[in-house]
């Protein structure tokens, strides 16, 4: 493939050409070219896939994605690459957990398989990938069909005019390099996996295809709005359970209507979930929503109209084995941790979590946070970062807003309080209320240590204001955290969205002092007596259920892992700080339980 460049006249394409990746670099895959999949069957394409990593872009530069099979001895171009032979790895999975060889990797990967392909007259082939960190790159025999910039979301690509009869060569390439305009950007403190590590799923539609279902409750209606790519102007919607089936009129594939419906409440009480319906041409998709409101009144949360208290844990999505790769039984005992802590709340740290997640929290009634990976320092001036953050923030609203249990849309994570990081996270948050105007908006905010206040800009444009504040471990005064508490007036809720301290529970940890557990412990008691004073707190997510793996963390205690979890990294060893939450979590749910009693006591 060394073919010769236009660059000069003894250039060659593959090794001069430093512009080598900008046609591939389109974004071309994003919120717009998503489909609703809840409810569909589709062709799993998970399980071993060609590998090879790829540090220089050799494969971009000498276009590996247009080799075609050939046997060894028949091949008349020495290849640096063998889309059809050599290592394989599964799908899905981090990279950095299959070999030591590739655990500090960071750059380009090829990920290849067949595909065989019937065709059928008028129907269509669409691809989902869950999530591949961060930059995906999608090839079909040879042709490039698209890119997709984000590591913790889906997205779809149409494969129908591509694909031919019989054998097929898919290819993707993802790249999970860390650089200053990517979000996250470069910085984070939590580990860079890279590699295809959710779901892939081949969908056959019919010619009319289901892009999008919202479903929600509006004051005493039920609202519904679709989207449908097709030549229909008529789609049906039932709730079988509430005898709803209605016509949906269509116009330019976009419909929306209002249906008069007193539905059970979503609670964390009473999960209730219904099964719901759409048809659009010979296209059906079906969800299972609960209905329930949240807003804010005051310096109030109110669910279903009713005052609550946050009682959370902040989680990451990480594993001393899978790395990011979660399942239903990872989720499953998370969210049996955090009821067991007597949370009624979670915040996914600090980008779209597997949506399997918000789909077990619907059932067990658990309420989330979600965030996209707005994190620290984002190149807030460069208008392709704020492209990469909406489009990562739409594809995740559009992925989620049918569930309940998702109460906050978080446009981000400890940023600085400037006039660049203002304007982008107040666009955000007004794109968060545009997609999704029945949800709560917050962010992770920082002290104003100068003024001893809680107090940010970004915070009147957003419900409710999250606050990071670490008094006993970064913040060393802890009387500080009762005078910022005493100074702070705000006129909305806030919750601690972290507070926490390392405690090192293996044999190399500490006794007492920074990173002992009885340190952890004694900054839970000082933290929970100090914030139990504060009336405008409404809810606290401390940081966090379980230690997690992180480059940046290499002292004695640290040893490549986090360890502000209240569960070590085997998710089982509870520290002594676990059970000092719980014992308050405990004790806040029965006072909130009093209280709602009272009320009702009043109201009868
Ligand atoms: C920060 C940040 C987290 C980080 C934590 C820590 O607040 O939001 O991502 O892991 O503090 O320092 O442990």
Redesign the pocket.
Known sequence: MLERSELADNALQALHDEDYDRPFNTQSLNADTLIFTRGRHGQSLDGDWNFCVDLLDTGLRQKWFAMLPEAPEDRIEPWDYDPYMGETVPVPSCWQMQKDKWYFFEGSAWYTRALTHTPSEGRRQILRVGAAQYDCKVFLNGEFLGNHYGGSTPFCVELTETLKPGRNWLMLCVNNTRTLDRVPMRNT??FNYGGIYREVTLYDLPSTVIRDLFVRLDDDEIRVSAEVDGPVDLARFAIPELGVDVAMPLVDGKGEIAISATPELWSPETPKLYEVRLTAGEDEIRDRVGFRTIRREGTEILLNGRPIFLRGISVHEDDETLGKVTSDADIRRRFAHAKELGCNYLRL??YPHHERAAEIADELGLMLWEEVPVYWAIDFANPATRRDAQNQLRELIRRDRNRASVIIWSVG??NPDTDARLDFMRGLADLAKSEDPTRLTSA?CLVNHAKLRIEDRLAAHIDVIGL?E?YGWYEENFEELGVIGRNSAPDRPVVIS?TGADGDNTDQGPERGLFSLAYQDEVYRKQIATLRELDYIKGMSP?ILYDFRVERRQGIFQRGW?R?GLIAADKETRKPAFYTLAAYYAERAAQDRDAAAATKGDQA
């Open positions: 403190d939590w740290a600090h994570n400890e992770a990071n670490y972290e940081w986090n502000k």
